[in-house]
């Protein structure tokens, strides 16, 4: 009997331990095509499956990073040692540091709160208690389960809203939307922790003039299986097609919608894929997806509260704020209606958050800084909510590590996003998308306005 039950532990133990996705002696490279030359022999190495590229779509001198099993690793450096393309390994052994990014860094007293730490990167259950705990230690802080995942997991964040009983601006804030991004929820939870307990001024007034909707993990099924299966898996965990995968492909892919590409907005009309068997696989119909449909129809019961004055929706990685709409080029800028506000928003934001610690974030269109995309949460969410202020963030790094960005980072990437957030408030507040709901700045914007209506009606 107690053979058989050692036995069985065995099993499981070992069946938990072989579905997991090893990487070992994967070699991550940096590529830099010079030339359209180069970049049709990146594109055979693509789509002949030689390696896992860590960007979806890539031109003449985009850094592109391609990593390589050790299987192909030979025919890989042949193809390119053939076509006089110049390739950097970046990473000797991506499970090595897979397995780097999951020991803590040395922490200090304030990078915890309550259960939770930044000095770590967390699973999906942790960040769930976590939200709990905070709910029953702040009267301000209301959990909400915005709907269910494919797998039923709920999709769960935190209401802050002190004084209640003032009219206030909503900003909602959305995280992990892809799977591997692991700094996203890091972040996020970094932003709900100061809201919760910074006696900084600025963070005060941002945390207490706004009611924020927060979800750390929109994508909990996906962010699950980074933790059980495999570490770079982007999308959701929509069940397979039929079809097994191109050669070269490991069939799982063939699982999964891209939810940044799912959403019911140009759908698929752009920088996403049919093939179910890719990393922007846009789905077989617009918002098939119930996480797209759960983050959908709670925005649009933000916009029917009233007053929905930002949407953010974070990334990694390449350090960027991108402006909306993300399908257009640069003449369709202006569609969004008010694209040169949004883009001095971001600079603004981007020149605080280089300020802290140098580190630079680009902003633009996604045809600028990325590609042209198609089906984004933060581009449906600008056109059918009509939001003011909508943007994807992508978070660092530049692709040094790229989604396996050490625990050490996470701190200072919260940081100068924490420093970003503020200053893209104060220049909205600036551009006057709101005022201040406390009763003397209420009374200065209404003489403000009174007057200069009267000003305006003496000139006309
Ligand atoms: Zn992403």
């Not at 984004?376 to 009509?386: A, G, H, I, Q």
């Amino acid at each position: 009997m107690l053979l058989k039950n050692v036995l069985i532990i065995l099993v499981i133990v070992y069946t938990i331990d072989a579905v997991k996705k090893s990487y070992d002696g994967y070699k991550l490279y940096q590529i830099v095509p010079k030339d359209e030359r180069e970049v049709d022999i990146l594109n055979d190495v693509y789509y002949s499956n030689l390696g896992e590229f860590w960007v979806e779509y890539f031109k003449a001198k985009d850094d592109v990073k391609v990593m390589v099993s050790p299987k192909n690793l030979e025919k890989f450096q042949e193809v390119l040692r053939v076509g006089n393309v110049e390739a950097k390994e970046i990473i000797g052994d991506v499970q090595k540091v897979i397995n780097d990014q999951l020991k803590p860094a040395t922490s200090r007293a304030s990078d915890t709160y309550l259960s939770y730490s930044w000095s770590a990167y967390h699973d999906l259950d942790a960040i769930y208690k976590w939200l709990d705990e905070l709910e029953t230690n702040h009267t301000e802080v209301k959990t909400v389960v915005m709907g269910k995942s494919l797998e039923n997991r709920d999709i769960k964040g935190i209401i802050i809203n002190y004084h209640p009983e003032i009219n206030k601006p909503i900003g909602m804030i959305e995280g992990t939307l892809h799977a591997r991004e692991w700094i996203s929820a890091a972040t996020v939870t970094w932003f709900i922790k100061e809201f919760l307990t910074s006696t900084d001024p600025q963070i005060r007034a941002l945390a207490e003039n706004f009611e924020w909707h927060v979800f750390p993990v929109v994508n909990p099924d996906g962010y699950v299986y980074t933790f059980t299966d495999n570490r770079m898996w982007r999308k959701n965990r929509s069940p397979a097609s039929a079809k097994t995968c191109a050669e070269g492909v490991d069939d799982d892919m063939s699982h999964g919608v891209d939810l940044n590409r799912n959403f019911d907005f140009e759908w698929a009309t752009v920088g996403a894929s049919n093939d179910s068997c890719t990393n922007t696989y846009a789905g077989p119909s617009p918002a098939s997806e119930p996480e797209t449909k759960a983050i959908a129809e709670y925005a649009l019961s933000l916009k029917n509260k009233g007053n929905f004055m930002y949407y953010l929706s974070y990334h990694s990685y390449t350090q960027l704020i991108i402006v909306p709409y993300s399908h257009v080029q640069s003449d369709g800028a202006l569609l969004s209606g008010n694209y040169g506000d949004m883009f001095e928003i971001a600079v603004r934001g981007s020149d605080a958050m280089r300020r802290r610690n140098g580190t630079e974030y680009r902003v633009g269109l996604s045809v600028h800084v990325l590609y042209p995309m198609s089906g984004s949460s933060f581009d449906w969410v600008k056109y059918y909510t009509n939001v003011p202020i909508s943007y994807l963030i992508e978070l660092r790094d530049l692709g040094e590590y790229g989604f396996l960005l050490p625990p050490e980072q996470i701190i200072p990437t919260a940081l100068e996003n924490m420093d970003g957030l503020i200053e893209m408030d104060r220049t909205a507040r600036s551009l006057r998308y709101y005022a201040h709901t406390s009763g003397a700045s209420r009374v200065l914007v209404s003489a403000v306005v009174v007057a200069f209506g009267i000003v305006m009606s003496l000139l006309g």
